[in-house]
């Protein structure tokens, strides 16, 4: 087991057990995760990420909210997705076309000569392209197919591909009809306007370029949107995928730290004033407010019911031009936190609460690349 932490600068690794012989049960990761986080001070921790993989996992999350109550509990949001993203690519729509275009790309790998041959009509590029799961290296594959379509149609169709001896085996004729099918094509299109949005998702949450919780729950919603258009708002077509979305991020890529997010990031909110009348956004803040000022009635009610309407409606800074330009767009110079750092002087406390809140990760695969570095220092090599 290995633990990492996260701020505003970036991951840094910060502990290992070597426990290949430990049973772990629930009770077993509370206590190695506690130690950690009293190491480190519970005054400087937020949440807890983990990929919550097991049983073993939630018992531990339970143990923790217990003695730190405080302190909140999350799900991986790269590992949420990509559950999310293989649960969507099993739908019968999309398993046929996954599982034609798989077969194509190892028939054409398993032999020298269609493999020169691909390679040939490609200009030496690659059809196959790896990911960093089973689930990134399909979608990144049938990108690659679309982009060599025609490559590939001139390739099936030619002299060279009819003498080749394997091209008139089963697999041969397969991959043959496979490439010249337009119902093949249609399929990979489909997919790709279904996947890209999530995938797009995936490499927010999945990259260290800025923090993520500020962004999952709108680009998320966002994505949903995009899938809608790509069935062309027919609800018969869209819902089951959307119903897969909504299922796996449940409890997941819900809790009030994602919607407290969404509810601070003026990205979003200058854009949309409905957010407020969600009520498990609302539910979400106060729970924040709850959580980040325990037993103080008075600064509870101060923040929730004065600093925060000021932000709604954009009382003193908030409301200047600069201010509203400066959210307008969500591009590599915005920074949420910084954004609160200029404007919301005016309310000290929902300031600090937003600043700690945005400047926050949504998973632990910063941590699973820090180990892997560790792990190359330290582990003999044999």
């Not at 990979?188 to 999952?216: E, I, N």
């Not at 932000?311 to 959210?327: P, R």
Request: net charge positive; hydrophobic share 40%; proline share 3%.
């Amino acid at each position: 087991m290995n633990l990492c932490v996260n701020c505003k600068e970036g991951t840094t690794f910060l502990s290992s057990r070597e426990d290949s012989d430990e049973a772990h049960t629930g009770k077993y990761i509370f206590e190695y995760v506690d130690k950690c986080i009293e190491d480190v001070g519970p005054q400087n921790v937020i949440q807890v990420v983990t990929d919550n993989a097991s049983n073993n996992m939630a018992a531990a999350a339970a143990l923790l909210k217990e003695k730190r109550p405080n302190i909140f509990w999350t799900s991986c949001a790269a590992h949420t997705l990509n559950l999310m993203l293989e649960a969507i690519g099993k739908q019968p729509k999309f398993k046929g076309v996954i599982e034609k275009a798989k077969a194509f790309t190892i028939f054409i790998y398993a032999h020298h000569k269609t493999l020169a041959l691909m390679r040939k009509f490609t200009k030496k590029r690659d059809i196959v392209r790896p990911g960093v799961t089973r689930f990134a290296t399909s979608f990144l594959t049938l990108q690659s197919l679309v982009e060599k379509k025609e490559k590939l149609r001139t390739m099936v169709t030619s002299d060279a591909w009819g003498e080749c001896k394997h091209s008139k085996s089963a697999k041969g004729k397969a991959a043959y009809s496979t490439v010249l099918s337009m119902s093949f094509w249609n399929g990979v299109t489909l997919c790709l306007k279904v996947f890209a949005p999530l995938v797009q998702v995936l490499r927010l949450v999945d990259g260290d370029r800025k923090p993520s919780m500020v962004f999952l729950y709108g680009e998320l919603k966002q994505a949903k949107e995009e899938i809608k258009v790509a069935y062309k708002n027919v609800e018969a077509n869209y819902r089951p995928i959307l119903d897969i979305i909504d299922a796996k991020a449940q409890d997941r890529l819900d809790s009030p730290l994602h919607l407290a997010a969404y509810l601070l990031n003026p990205y979003y909110f200058f854009k949309d004033h409905n957010i407020e009348d969600d009520s498990m956004v609302m539910d979400a803040f106060i729970a924040c407010v709850e959580m980040f000022f325990p037993n103080d009635f008075q600064l509870q009610n101060l923040v929730s019911n004065v600093e925060l309407l000021k932000y709604k409606e954009k009382v003193g800074s908030f409301g200047k031009d600069v201010a509203i330009a400066g959210c307008a767009h969500n591009d590599d110079n915005y920074n949420p936190g910084g954004w609160w750092s200029n404007y919301g002087n005016g309310v000290p406390n929902l300031k600090r609460m937003a600043r700690r809140i945005l400047s926050l990760t949504v998973s632990s695969s910063g941590c699973e690349r820090n180990w892997s570095t560790f792990e190359g220092i330290h582990t003999k090599k044999r």
